[in-house]
């Protein structure tokens, strides 16, 4: 019998998630079924149940649940406690088990892909989300100079920024207006403001230095990487490569196989190329 799998969220018809993990199963040799399922904004615990009672072995989740599925799990990995949201549940031995491989894709996007090695960087991460919080501990695991949160109400990026310093981490928070006349070496957009094509209050300055400019949106050219190259950011690049390597990551925890992800990546980009 085939291993089953899913992604649950609402919406979801739009997910690349089963492309992904097709692409995955077929690499591999993985005998695996895998398809998106629509749960009712109200309804994801027993949407989760009837997927295990069916003999479901682990879920992806997305929006609007990672929050939920974060108390539905009875166990958690460091980096799920860390966001304080699940983005993957595994199901054995009557244990619900709880990850969160968002950070760790972004990381390997940027080390692994773009060549972008983060120790002893200068990082800024715009937003103050369940995004930005998901990605702040691996992104510090790199050891960088310094990581500042900047969001419109500074009151939330220095909350969220408290959460994750100490003297040993460098991270602090600011508003929109505090980022004039500073540097960067790589800027994360954690906002959601390239789905609607909303421009973001940044000051020159944020990019002039940057390495790299970096969109979780992806299959778009938002206005923040329209804005990082008009203001002199060496290289831009979205969320593509971020979606993939968390599948994998997701992947590895379910089939103890790490897939290799550069020819999916390769194929997705092809497919968002064509008109």
Known sequence: MSAHYAVIGNPIAHSRSPQIHALFAKQTGADIVYEAILAPPDGFTPAVAAFIAGGGLGMNVTVPFKEQAFRLARRHSPRAQGAAAVNTLAFADN???????????????????????????????????????????????????????????????????????????????????DLAGQDFDLVINATSAGLSGA????????????????????GRPTPFLRQAREDGAKQVADGLGMLVEQAAESFLLWRGQRPDTAPVLAELRRELARP
């Open 95 to 177: 244990e619900i088990f709880g990850d969160n491989t968002d950070g760790a894709g972004l990381v390997r996007d940027l080390v692994f892909n773009l060549g972008f090695p983060l120790q002893g960087m200068r990082v800024l991460i715009i937003g103050a989300g369940g995004a930005a919080r998901g990605v702040i501990l691996p992104l510090l695991e790199e050891n960088p100079r310094a990581l500042v949160i900047a969001n419109r109400t500074q009151e939330k990026a220095n909350q969220l920024a408290a959460e994750f310093s100490s003297p040993a981490e460098k991270v602090s928070g600011c508003g929109f207006s």
């Open 199 to 218: 421009s973001l209050t940044l000051p020159q300055s944020v990019f002039e230095t940057a390495g790299l400019a970096y969109d979780m949106v992806y």
